[in-house]
Nanobody
Framework: EVQLQASGGGLVQAGGSLTLSCAVS????????IGWFRQFPGKEREGMTC????????YYSESVKGRFTIYSDNAENTVYLRMNSLKPEDSAVYYC????????????????????WGKGTLVTVSS
Protein backbone atom coordinates (compact mmCIF):
# COMPACT_ATOMS: atom_id res chain seq x y z
CA GLU A 1 0.00 0.00 0.00
CA VAL A 2 1.37 3.38 -0.99
CA GLN A 3 1.43 5.87 1.86
CA LEU A 4 2.59 9.44 2.19
CA GLN A 5 3.70 11.05 5.41
CA ALA A 6 3.89 14.82 5.42
CA SER A 7 5.67 16.64 8.20
CA GLY A 8 7.52 19.82 9.05
CA GLY A 9 4.73 22.27 9.59
CA GLY A 10 4.79 24.73 12.43
CA LEU A 11 4.81 28.36 13.45
CA VAL A 12 7.20 30.75 11.77
CA GLN A 13 7.53 34.51 11.61
CA ALA A 14 6.89 36.42 8.42
CA GLY A 15 9.99 36.45 6.27
CA GLY A 16 11.15 33.17 7.71
CA SER A 17 11.63 29.77 6.14
CA LEU A 18 10.28 26.31 6.65
CA THR A 19 10.91 22.97 4.98
CA LEU A 20 8.17 20.39 4.65
CA SER A 21 8.84 16.72 4.02
CA CYS A 22 6.78 14.09 2.24
CA ALA A 23 7.99 10.56 2.82
CA VAL A 24 6.76 7.98 0.32
CA SER A 25 6.44 4.32 1.24
CA UNK A 26 5.12 1.27 -0.56
CA UNK A 27 6.05 2.35 -4.10
CA UNK A 28 8.54 0.08 -5.84
CA UNK A 29 9.99 2.60 -8.26
CA UNK A 30 10.35 6.36 -8.66
CA UNK A 31 7.94 6.59 -11.57
CA UNK A 32 5.52 9.03 -10.03
CA UNK A 33 5.04 12.70 -9.34
CA ILE A 34 4.58 14.39 -6.00
CA GLY A 35 2.58 17.54 -5.67
CA TRP A 36 2.27 19.96 -2.80
CA PHE A 37 -1.08 21.54 -2.12
CA ARG A 38 -2.44 23.88 0.47
CA GLN A 39 -5.86 24.59 1.77
CA PHE A 40 -7.07 27.78 3.35
CA PRO A 41 -10.12 27.72 5.62
CA GLY A 42 -13.28 27.52 3.56
CA LYS A 43 -11.38 27.21 0.29
CA GLU A 44 -10.62 24.47 -2.20
CA ARG A 45 -7.31 22.70 -1.97
CA GLU A 46 -4.92 24.36 -4.42
CA GLY A 47 -1.89 22.93 -6.13
CA MET A 48 1.32 24.91 -5.77
CA THR A 49 4.12 22.79 -7.12
CA CYS A 50 5.02 19.30 -8.22
CA UNK A 51 8.00 17.25 -9.26
CA UNK A 52 8.33 14.21 -11.46
CA UNK A 53 10.50 12.14 -9.16
CA UNK A 54 11.93 10.03 -11.99
CA UNK A 55 13.16 12.85 -14.24
CA UNK A 56 13.16 15.83 -11.88
CA UNK A 57 10.86 18.06 -13.95
CA UNK A 58 9.21 20.65 -11.77
CA TYR A 59 6.23 22.96 -11.93
CA TYR A 60 5.45 26.02 -9.82
CA SER A 61 2.33 28.11 -9.62
CA GLU A 62 2.75 31.86 -9.88
CA SER A 63 1.81 32.27 -6.23
CA VAL A 64 4.91 30.46 -5.01
CA LYS A 65 7.38 30.70 -7.89
CA GLY A 66 10.65 32.16 -6.69
CA ARG A 67 9.88 31.58 -3.01
CA PHE A 68 9.21 27.84 -2.78
CA THR A 69 11.45 25.07 -4.04
CA ILE A 70 10.49 21.44 -4.48
CA TYR A 71 13.17 18.76 -4.57
CA SER A 72 13.49 15.06 -4.15
CA ASP A 73 15.87 12.80 -2.32
CA ASN A 74 15.27 9.54 -4.14
CA ALA A 75 17.53 7.57 -1.86
CA GLU A 76 15.30 8.56 1.04
CA ASN A 77 12.05 8.34 -0.98
CA THR A 78 11.25 11.81 0.29
CA VAL A 79 10.17 14.98 -1.46
CA TYR A 80 10.78 18.30 0.23
CA LEU A 81 9.22 21.71 -0.05
CA ARG A 82 11.50 24.53 0.97
CA MET A 83 9.49 27.66 1.68
CA ASN A 84 11.30 30.98 1.92
CA SER A 85 10.11 34.53 2.52
CA LEU A 86 6.95 33.28 4.12
CA LYS A 87 3.99 35.61 4.43
CA PRO A 88 1.00 35.47 6.77
CA GLU A 89 -1.15 34.67 3.72
CA ASP A 90 0.84 31.44 3.30
CA SER A 91 -0.76 30.14 6.50
CA ALA A 92 -2.69 27.01 5.58
CA VAL A 93 -2.78 23.26 5.89
CA TYR A 94 -0.26 21.79 3.48
CA TYR A 95 -0.68 18.41 1.83
CA CYS A 96 1.47 16.26 -0.39
CA UNK A 97 -0.01 13.88 -2.91
CA UNK A 98 1.20 11.29 -5.38
CA UNK A 99 0.20 10.88 -9.00
CA UNK A 100 1.02 7.64 -10.80
CA UNK A 101 0.36 8.86 -14.32
CA UNK A 102 3.26 10.68 -15.89
CA UNK A 103 3.60 12.96 -18.89
CA UNK A 104 6.57 13.71 -21.11
CA UNK A 105 5.74 17.35 -20.53
CA UNK A 106 6.15 17.15 -16.78
CA UNK A 107 3.70 17.30 -13.91
CA UNK A 108 0.75 19.47 -13.02
CA UNK A 109 -0.61 19.66 -9.46
CA UNK A 110 -4.29 19.18 -10.16
CA UNK A 111 -5.99 17.77 -7.11
CA UNK A 112 -8.41 15.55 -9.02
CA UNK A 113 -5.55 13.75 -10.76
CA UNK A 114 -3.76 12.73 -7.58
CA UNK A 115 -3.97 9.11 -6.47
CA UNK A 116 -2.71 9.09 -2.91
CA TRP A 117 -2.79 11.85 -0.30
CA GLY A 118 -0.85 12.38 2.85
CA LYS A 119 -2.32 13.93 5.94
CA GLY A 120 -1.98 17.66 6.16
CA THR A 121 0.56 19.60 8.12
CA LEU A 122 -0.31 23.02 9.44
CA VAL A 123 1.83 26.03 8.61
CA THR A 124 1.19 29.25 10.49
CA VAL A 125 3.05 32.42 9.58
CA SER A 126 2.84 35.19 12.14
CA SER A 127 3.10 38.85 11.20
Amino acid sequence: EVQLQASGGGLVQAGGSLTLSCAVSGFQSHEYSIGWFRQFPGKEREGMTCIDVENGKEYYSESVKGRFTIYSDNAENTVYLRMNSLKPEDSAVYYCALQRARSQYGCWPYRHDMDVWGKGTLVTVSS
